[in-house]
């Protein structure tokens, strides 16, 4: 069982950036696909962005080219930076972890990110 927690949410204007930070715990981090996903209300959950287990990163469409996904082997933790923010970027954040071999898929509980002056 792998356990999964953000940081790093909170109010920003637009125009602001923000870096998200997900611990993992509890599995072997380095195996695992992560990504950063996000809903908004009375919307479905979206991929933001994603990075494999052999650091391949890809990035939804609305994001590209504003927003960059790491990960950190040593720490455990998965990083989503995101600069130039948009007030349509506000949403909950969350945290996934993939191990397709064994149909592993883990969540974390999901960290506010409000984008308004």
């Known amino acids: 069982q792998v356990q999964l927690v953000e940081s790093g949410g909170g109010l920003v204007q637009p125009g602001g950036s923000l870096r998200l930070s997900c611990a993992a715990s509890?599995?072997?981090?380095?195996?695992?696909?992560m990504g950063w996903y996000r809903q908004a209300p009375g919307k479905q959950r979206e991929l933001v962005a994603a990075?494999?287990?052999?650091?391949?990163?890809g990035y939804a469409d609305s994001v590209k080219g504003r927003c960059t996904i790491s990960r950190d082997n040593a720490k455990n933790t998965v990083y989503l930076q995101m600069n130039s923010l948009k007030p349509e970027d506000t949403a909950v954040y969350y945290c996934?972890?993939?191990?397709?071999?064994?149909?592993?898929?883990?969540w974390g509980q999901g960290t506010q990110v409000t984008v308004s002056s």
């Open positions: 996934n972890a993939r191990l397709d071999t064994l149909g592993y898929n883990y």
């Open positions: 990075i494999t287990r052999y650091g391949s990163a």
């Open positions: 509890g599995g072997i981090f380095s195996m695992y696909h």
